[in-house]
Structure formats: C-alpha cells, structure tokens
C-alpha cells in the first residue's frame, strides 16, 4: 500500500497525430499513430494530509493522525479518515472527509482531473461515472467511503490499457468528442458495453449510453466508434 503522493497514474502520453480528436478524453490524450504512441505515467507529486482543523499539513496519514491527537485533543470533527481505494489497479491511501464523493476525492486527492467530470454534480448528466467492479457508477453520487475493497476504473486507465487503444483511435477517427465534457464518462461506458456484448448492436449500444448527456450531440459517432473499436478488439487488433 502506498501513499497517493508517491503513486503514479497511468495516462496516454504527448504525442502529435490524432491528438485533437480526443483531448476531451480527460486524459491528457495526444495521440500519435501506433508505433508512435505508448502508455507513459504520472506521478501525483502535490497531495499532503491536512489537519481540518488548524489546516497544517503532513506529508503521511500517521503524522496527521499524531498531530491532531497532540494538538486538538477536544476537537468536535474527530480524526481524520483515510481510506484505502484501488483506483486503475493501484491502491491508495487518501484522506477524505465522511461527505466526499468518489469524484470529489479523485479530483482533490488523486490528482485524477479528467476522468470524472464535474457537470450536474446531481447524478443526472453521467460525464462523473466511472467503473466499479466493472459496472458503471455515478462518482458524484457515490461516497469515497463505500468504495474501499471495490476495483475503481476511470477513463485514464481504460485509456492507458493497450488492449483498448482501439477504442481510443475510434472515438479520436469518428470526432466523438468535441467539447469534452461528457467524453470521459462516455468512454468508461463504452468499455463496459464492450465487455459485455462482445460486438454489440447499435441499439444495445444507445440503450446503454441512454444516461450519458452530451450537449453537442455526438452520440450516432459513439455508436461508430464502438461498433468498430469492439470489432477491432476482438479480432485482436
């Protein structure tokens, strides 16, 4: 078990080609053609435990919990939690408050920027969902707290496994993302319906992104760029 602050995540790295095609991804997505492009990692350098109370910060879990015993012994708020989460197939260990939201806590203390957006925050648009034991959640509605023992996936992990770069080249090929704001969840979805049906039908395909929102009115491209990353993947391409 480590702590976030010395654990890398995984992302597609900056490469020139298709780039512009799915910068939406919330992955730092730039990316190149095949022999180009590879899967690089980012380390989360900027995470430190801080005390709720009097703010100061620690780089461990351990000294926060001795420096608030020490110093705020009566404090109303009690000690801060910190939870052990397995996201992209690392395990953590990051502070969170009792309230946070699985998005709130990969944002502020994973580092993760792109793979759960913030849009409604309401559980009503999906740009925040994210797998969780391979079924698609809503991270805005879904406290950090439950998923301890669970296997978190995030766009930038789907992204960083070669076995779905076809579906990254799909979605950069078909333009299907365009704003960006809705794509990371989309995407996580999309892996979903893939491990699911195999090849699915277009219909199975809308019916599952039926809860994913997009403004710009990308979705006939999502069912292009499945429909065809799902067959490239099966061929083993």
């Not at 690392?90 to 792109?114: D, F, M, S, Y």
């Not at 930038?156 to 080249?169: C, K, M, N, S, T």
């Not at 995407?187 to 699911?196: G, L, P």
């Not at 019916?207 to 067959?231: D, F, M, P, Q, W």
Request: proline share 4%; with cysteine; glycine share 12%.
């Amino acid at each position: 078990m480590t702590d976030v602050s010395r654990r890398d995540f995984f992302k597609v790295g900056g490469i020139a080609g298709l780039a512009a095609g799915v910068a939406g991804l919330g992955i730092g997505s730039v990316l190149g053609v095949p022999e180009e492009a590879v899967a690089e990692t980012v380390t989360v350098t900027d995470f430190v435990y801080t005390c709720p109370v009097c703010g100061q910060k620690t780089a461990d879990y351990e000294s926060l919990v001795a420096h608030f015993e020490e110093a705020h012994p009566d404090a109303n708020c009690g000690i801060p939690q910190c939870a052990t989460l397995n996201i992209n197939g690392n395990e953590i260990k990051v502070q969170v408050e009792p309230q946070w939201t699985l998005r709130e806590t990969l944002l502020k203390a994973c580092g993760l920027h792109g793979g759960a957006r913030e849009m409604c925050d309401r559980g009503g648009c999906g740009s925040c969902t994210v797998l969780i034991d391979g079924v698609p959640a809503l991270a805005c509605t879904t406290l950090a707290v439950q998923c301890e023992g669970k296997q978190i996936e995030t766009s930038e992990g789907i992204a960083a496994d070669e076995r779905y770069r076809p579906l990254v080249e799909a979605y950069a090929k078909h333009d299907a993302a365009q704003c960006g704001y809705c794509t990371p969840g989309q995407f996580t979805v999309a892996k979903y319906i893939i491990e699911k049906y195999g090849e699915p039908t277009e219909e199975q395909i809308r019916e599952e992104l039926a809860g994913n929102i997009c403004r710009c009115g990308t979705y006939s491209r999502h069912v292009k760029a499945i429909t065809e990353a799902a067959a490239a993947i099966k061929g083993g391409n």
